[in-house]
């Protein structure tokens, strides 16, 4: 029999054709009952495939005794446990790099869409408002501060785009990242307070967990913007319910929420948030890099070939 490839994701637009030859590939996102499939081959596991609503357990791991690696098809991997991975040899490897354009170009849209009421403006077409009043007005970008929250490989993106916006581009993040030309702040507050439109492109995670509450809300202020491109976990998210619905802030652009592909629907009624559904890589070109990396990581693996992208703790 093959090495056993057990794919929790279909890998985009590229699929798995490419691990046919080498893999027995189970689909587990066509069975009927995943559990009893898992079980089936859990002693031939060496691969798994899997993206962000995956959760990677230390009881899975540990239950595929000749598992080597895991590819997610994603920069973020906290719904991995890379520690239990690390303590059972099994390395992981995620899509980085890859993405970062396309992510940064979805936080300016989502940056686009609140100032200028994007969303909004479509509606009062299609609904025929616009035949009974004007739009109420946007706000500019130029000359306002933007707050990144992680100037890592999507936020410095987001950054440069915002910087040639003719905006004042200042960021947080755990250290100061003395190559670059902003302003650091080392307390989030602080940056909520002085910022316009705060964009979160931090990591997920134990350690960014709840970082934007209602205190942090209530810094950015009413006439302050939320982006969060990052991970739902990022924002306590009934707290930024109220501060939307008291308009505490003026308003949010979401592609990420703590339960997806559940969103709260409390925003569905509220004229300044714009909702994306988790689509910040969504392009065929960027999906197709994803998917790739996650066959090339799979096949260097079982080769015993250097990995293109590990994930290193
Ligand atoms: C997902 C993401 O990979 O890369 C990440 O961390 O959150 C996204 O790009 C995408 O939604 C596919 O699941």
Not at 25 to 32: A, F, G, H, N, Q
Not at 139 to 146: F, H, I, N, R, Y
Request: charged share 25%; with cysteine.
């Amino acid at each position: 029999m093959k090495p056993v490839l057990l794919s929790f994701h279909g890998n985009g637009v590229l699929g798995l054709d490419q691990l046919e030859e080498t893999f027995e590939v189970v689909k587990l996102y066509k069975e009927k009952d995943p559990e009893a499939t898992i079980q089936k081959y859990k002693d031939d596991v060496v691969a798994i495939n899997c993206t962000v609503s995956h959760k990677i357990s230390r009881k899975l791991i540990e239950a595929l005794p000749k598992l080597q690696i895991i590819a997610t098809f994603s920069v973020g991997y906290d719904h991995i446990d890379v520690q239990a991975a690390k303590d059972n040899n099994v390395v992981v490897t995620n899509t980085p790099d890859v993405l970062c354009a396309e992510t940064a170009d979805t936080g300016m849209a989502l940056l686009l869409a609140v100032s200028k009421r994007l969303a909004e403006g479509d509606m009062y077409i299609r609904v025929g408002k616009w035949l009974a009043a004007d739009m109420p007005l946007g706000v500019s970008l130029e000359g306002k501060t933007v707050g990144i929250v992680g100037l890592g490989g999507i936020g410095s993106k987001v950054a440069k785009r915002c910087a040639a916006f003719d905006m004042n581009v200042v960021y947080y993040g755990p250290r100061e990242k003395k190559d670059y030309p902003y302003k650091y702040y080392d307390d989030i507050t602080e940056i909520a307070k002085d910022s316009d439109f705060l964009i979160l492109t931090c990591p997920g995670g134990e350690a960014t967990a709840n970082l934007i509450d209602a205190n942090v809300l209530d810094a950015l202020g009413e006439k302050g913007f939320l982006i969060n491109i990052a991970r739902g976990s990022v924002v306590d998210e009934p707290a930024l319910i109220e501060a939307l619905q008291a308009k505490r802030i003026a308003g949010a652009g979401l592609d990420v929420f703590a339960k997806e592909p559940h969103v709260p629907e409390e925003y569905f009624s509220m004229d300044n948030v714009v909702l994306l559904p988790h689509i910040g890589s969504a392009t065929v070109e960027t999906r197709t890099k994803m998917g790739q990396l996650v066959i090339d990581n799979i096949l260097a693996q079982l080769a015993g070939k250097l990995l293109l992208t590990e994930v290193k703790i």
